[in-house]
């Protein structure tokens, strides 16, 4: 689970500081951290890429898992591209 902290930054400098109060033993250190709303757009990409990834998986377990029965090559041929043509339509980005 991701853990978010709120404080202020600087419209000046950028300096952020936490809005709890120190109780004196506090050392600055270099943290490189982003925007919440940058990080959620990055999980969503993320979450989208895996949605695709898992579709098209499936649609390469099913033309590896199918084998037509004699006489009905193109027949299966014909459904496993317009299954396919589906599936890219749907992870098409947009």
């Known amino acids: 689970m991701?853990?978010?902290m709120t404080a202020w930054q600087c419209i000046g400098c950028g300096r952020i500081q936490?809005?709890?109060g120190c109780i004196g033993v506090c050392k600055d250190r270099k943290v490189e951290l982003v925007y919440s709303s940058d990080y959620a757009?990055?999980?969503k990409q993320l979450d989208?890429?895996?949605s695709s990834i898992a579709k098209l998986t499936a649609q390469l377990q099913q033309i590896v898992n199918t084998e037509p029965?004699?006489?009905g090559w193109e027949?299966?041929?014909r459904a496993l591209?317009?299954?396919a043509r589906r599936v890219l339509t749907e992870?098409?980005?947009h």
């Open 69 to 71: 029965r004699n006489g």
């Open 81 to 83: 591209q317009d299954n």
């Open 91 to 93: 992870v098409s980005p």
């Open 2 to 4: 991701i853990k978010h």
């Open 41 to 43: 757009a990055l999980q």
């Open 18 to 20: 936490a809005e709890e």
């Open 48 to 50: 989208d890429a895996q």
């Open 75 to 77: 027949r299966n041929y």
